[in-house]
């Protein structure tokens, strides 16, 4: 098996070359335009320049040679993939900080254990030194990451690598779990250093600020630099609770029914369960903006406001996210926010994350948020108020803001434009509470009976 899928790379390279000397593909003489999409052949797609000025039999013919040849070569490309099951996978951890670690717990055990995933399991550690020393020698000497998951063992197959291209260039899959905004300089350094084949799957939750304006998700931004598939795991999944093995539930965005099951295999533990839906978008967007309305949350308990107040600000936030999605992600599915990514996130988050911490010690303490993060969060940085600022620069552009009245307060008292005491009156005429009272009117109108002298809603 390995020197016929051998065989079928030298044969892919060739085909590769000649594909790229094909000037002519896909022309339509009629509309004299690109009449399909480019094929990807692996590094993104490909679209070359008609030379000349040729009549139209020529052009159909050679058009005709570099369809078939393409096709040729995408089935090839198929095949090696579907043989590559049978070599185990390498896979390298992008991250190292509390999530990372916790994760990189997971996968270096299920690499014992699983034949298809080799057994060195590579993590990129950003190189640090703890009393003196290197933190990559201690995770490799007494595998622990004393400074963002201490007490907690990781298997010796975990290897610390303080160089990313070190760590990444061998992988077969890349897990990407660092801070967002560090993400497109992490992908300019990886791009051209890794395997053309690999696959991502990215736990970043937030989103960054696209050129000319908008905002843009984090796989997104992977799959347009390194031109990789990227796939996203969201959840209700508390780092340190991941790390002692409490059980709990995950959801893996995929789109991929053959990549599907190996990263699957790669993430799933008898305590760690498994659900994947193809809902990429969604998922990674629910893991984003639960740390917006987890700040909130944090707010109100810094206020002392009590748990119906809480409650109220989880479902309007909840409210909100479906909106959100809905107006700039069209076609996404409402089920997917009662997977972990959506509801059980947001309700973990919003009780014991760390957004809703320090949300709640910047009102009783009056600190700022960046002194906070020093303080609380041993120098990690936190998610909640950076994705307010990305997706208020959003609806701001878009005049939108007061659709999302829980998302617009979160940002302006994380910025100290609102004192957070005033909270509540930015979500006590909320627009949910208008659109359902005016459904609620229409509904009573239409569907009542006489009954003396009350109209009761008729039963449906």
């Keep these: 098996m390995y020197y016929f899928a051998r065989n079928i790379v030298k044969l892919q390279t060739t085909l590769r070359s000649a594909v790229f000397a094909f000037s002519i593909r896909l022309y339509d ?42 096709c040729f070569y995408s089935c090839l490309r198929h095949l090696y993939l579907s043989v590559m099951p049978g070599k185990p996978k390498k896979v390298c951890i992008v991250g190292s900080g509390n999530w990372g670690s916790a994760i990189a717990k997971i996968v270096g055990t299920n690499a014992q254990q699983h034949d298809n995933i080799d057994e060195r399991v590579t993590m990129y550690v950003y190189e640090e030194l703890i009393n003196g020393k290197k933190l990559t020698e201690i995770i490799n000497e007494t595998h622990e990451n004393v400074k963002y998951l ?16 070190e760590a990444a260039k061998e992988a077969d899959i890349l897990v990407f779990v660092v801070p967002h905004q560090f993400i497109r300089t992490l992908c300019s350094t990886l791009l051209g250093k890794i395997k053309p084949t690999a696959v991502g799957l990215s736990l970043i939750k937030g989103f960054d600020i696209a050129e000319g304006g908008g905002i843009e998700l984090i796989s997104h931004i992977i799959n347009k630099n390194l031109k990789i598939e990227m796939s996203v795991l969201m959840g209700a999944n508390l780092a340190n ?65 009590g748990d119906n107040t809480k409650a109220a600000v989880i479902r309007l936030g909840l409210m909100e996210m479906i909106k959100y ?118 509904h009573l109108c239409y569907n009542t009976v006489d009954a003396g002298n009350m109209q009761l809603p008729n039963p449906i």
């Design 241 to 305: 609770e991941v790390a002692l093995e409490k059980f709990c539930e995950t959801t893996i965005g995929c789109k991929n029914k053959r990549i599907a099951p190996v990263l699957r295999d790669i993430i799933q533990t008898e305590y760690f369960r498994v659900v994947v839906v193809d809902d990429v978008d969604t998922v990674e967007v629910c893991g984003a903006l639960k740390n917006i309305v987890a700040c909130a949350a944090g707010f109100v308990d810094g206020l002392r406001l």
């Design 325 to 442: 999605v809905d107006a700039f992600y069209p076609g996404s599915k409402l089920s997917t926010f009662f997977e972990s990514c959506g509801v059980a996130d947001l309700i973990t988050t919003c009780y014991g994350g760390r957004n809703r911490r320090v949300s709640e010690a910047f009102v009783t303490s009056g600190k700022s948020i960046e002194q906070l993060e020093i303080e609380l969060l041993n120098g990690q940085k936190l998610q909640g108020p950076i994705t307010a600022l990305e997706v208020n620069f959003v609806l701001k552009n878009k005049n939108m803001e007061d659709g999302f009245p829980l998302f617009t307060a979160v940002h302006r008292i994380c910025t100290r434009q609102l004192e957070p005491q005033k909270l509540i009156e930015c979500i006590r005429e909320h627009p949910e509470h208008v659109i359902n009272l005016l459904e609620n009117i229409d």
């Design 29 to 70: 003489t009629r509309s004299r335009w690109w009449s399909l999409p480019s094929i990807n052949l692996g590094k993104g797609p490909v679209r070359p320049i008609v030379q000349g000025s040729l009549r139209a039999s020529v052009i159909h013919r050679k058009q005709s040679q570099s369809v078939s040849l393409l």
């Design 150 to 165: 201490p007490g907690i063992k990781l298997p010796p197959n975990v290897v610390a690598v303080p160089d990313v291209v």
